[in-house]
Every structure is written in structure tokens, then in C-alpha cells.
């Protein structure tokens, strides 16, 4: 079995240790290392394992994966084979395991302000690479939190790790154990090893925690949304919060600078910018719908079919909308044809006393299809002359 220097010192980033044994790994060109003592964290609880370096005389190897089996040992994945009984010492990534202890202080102290301020059981951690999430059992099966309990949440934890209390970890007897105020019940029942952070979390882990609540730095809750039943809360702590809070202050001066106002004014100014768009956008469509009305009655002939006013349009590419409002208006009047190429897109219509099938019309030119009255689809500008020869031939 390894003995674990992680459980000691959180922040031993090298070690002495020898190799016990070694083994082929999973992948080709890999080996498993299983060393007496290890510093490394094999993942577990949620939170990802270690990686970094093993030196011994005459060469190194990275630590690219580390796990433990149910016996207790502890396995490096590394890219060179190791020969037993070898000297070796280990080098961990120091700022890679920094961020995972934030990211799971942060947790810890997340679920203990749950559990005390809104009664919500925690299951599991994910720790992504991006973000890290809890699954939160509510009462009444809520699967949400309002926007003040999210307030209230990260007020709580930042408060508590502002008050930098000590974080303190060991295996208590059975009797201390028992009568210990855990949050939730240990899921494993021999070498269990409590977390204390202040008077704020307790509960049984075999994880690295930063030795102060301080150390963590930060909290943000990213998003609350139902999963399974359960909400599930994401979030970033430390490093990751404050990089967040940097990239969002960029993102927010670009557009504050787009805008021509502060970053606390930003969502007003948007939303003045969307309804002024909203306007400008009805007014255009307006406008091109009276152009487009124009072309029709421009292009008017009415000596060609039986009491039909026959419009043939050929027009460049329209707004759609305007187009629509413009046929509609078009074919209100009584006894008229409107055979329309906007483009690559056909429109034929034709007001509600006129009997032609628009629709059998356009599948006889080009592509498409609809009503009797109204017909859309595509095809090249000429099938409006085509359509046109067609009438004049079948209905003069
Ligand atoms: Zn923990």
C-alpha cells in the first residue's frame, strides 16, 4: 500500500520514494508505476489526479495519469520504464494541483452553505476543465434556486473565505468520529478522514484541500439549472473565478466602448440599440414593400389574358417579409396575376376570383409548390417568361 504524503502536506510538490513495482500501461509506450510513498493524487472523490515528473539516476519520466487500486496503491502512468527497487523523486505541477484544491475547497464550502442555508443535500463533484458542478438534492424537489439564494450562496461562501479559517484534515477514532457533526454520513466506514474547514464544513475526505479558506480565494456561480431531478450548480473558484472575472471586464469594455456607454449601463443601452434597430428594420420593409408594389403595377398588362390584370415581375433578391406583404396587398384586389422572380425565388399569385392554379403553374417552370392562390419555390428569372407564354397560349 502507498503512503499517502498528500494527506499530511497539500502543498508537497517533491518527494523521495522507490519504486515497488512496474507494469505495462493501457496504452502503447506507457508503464505504471506503483511507488512506497507518493505526494502524487490519484484521481477520486471528483477531483482529477496529479501530473508532473519521476527522476531517478540516469533518467526522467512524465507522470501523465495517476490512479489507485483497491488495495491502496498508487499507480503513475509514465512514459518510460522504471526498473523496481529504483530511487526515484517525484516532482509534482504544482499550479495544476493549486487550481483542482481551489475548485474543491470552493466545493466543500459551496455544499456545507447549501446544506445550512436552504437544507440541500450535495452528490458527487465534477471538476471540468473549465467549470466544476454539484448535483444539489433540494427539498420539495426544486430543481432551481432564485437569483437571491445565488446572491445569498456566494455572499455566504466569499464571507467565509474572507475569515481565512484553518482547513484541517484526519482519521479520528471511532468514538471521536461518531460523535462528530458531519454533514453527511461517511459512504465508507474504516481510515475515515474528516475535513474541517472552520466551523463553516465537515465531512468525510480523502481529497487535497488548501490549508486555509482564504486559499481559495473566490467563488462564482456560473448557472443553476435541473438535472435528474436535482439542480445542478456550476461554478469557479480562485484562479478560475478571477480569470473569468477578467475575461467577462474585456468582453464587457469592448462593448461598453461599441456602445458609447459606461459597463453599468450596458444592458439599457442594448436593448434601446435593439428596439431602434426593431424601427429601423419595420421602416425599411415598408419602404421596400411600396418599391416592390411599384414594380408590380409598372409592370401591368392587362391586354394579354381574359379580364386578368397579368403582372410579369423579374426584380433582384427582396427582403422575404417584404415580398409577402407586398403579394398580399397586391392580390387583394380583384382580377390579378402576379408572376415574381426576386432573385432565384418565385412567387406566382393571383387574387381570390381568378381560377388558375397558381401551384400546378409553378411546378410546370420550376421548383415548388402551395395553394391555388399562392405558389412559391425557385428557379431562374426566365421561368416568369415561361409562365407568361403559358397563360397567354392556355386562358387568351
Ligand atoms: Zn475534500
Known sequence: MTERLYYENAYLWEFDAVVTRIREGKKQGTWEAALDRSAFYPTSGGQPFDTGRITFAGGEAAVNDVESDREGEVWHTVDKPIPEGTAVHGIIDGKRRT????????????????????????????????????????????????EDEIRMLEDTVNERIRADAPIRCWFPETEELERLPLRKKPTVSEHVRIVAMGDFEMVACGGTHPSSTGRIGLIKILSVIPAKGKARVSFVCGGRAAALFQKYMRCADKAGAALSCPVDKLSRAASELKSRLAEAERKANRFETRELLEKFRAAENSGDLRGITLAPVITEEADARAVSAAVSEYIAEKGRLLLLAAGERLTFARSADVKIDMSELIRRVGRGGGRPDLASGAGIPECVNVARKILITEYK
Not at 464550502?109 to 467549470?131: R, V
Open 99 to 146: 487550481d483542482h484544491m481551489e475548485q474543491h475547497g470552493g466545493e466543500h464550502m459551496l455544499a456545507g452553505a447549501i446544506w445550512e442555508k436552504l437544507q440541500g443535500t450535495t452528490i458527487g463533484l465534477h471538476l471540468g476543465l473549465e467549470d466544476s458542478t454539484i448535483d444539489v438534492q433540494l427539498p420539495e424537489e426544486r430543481t432551481h434556486l432564485t
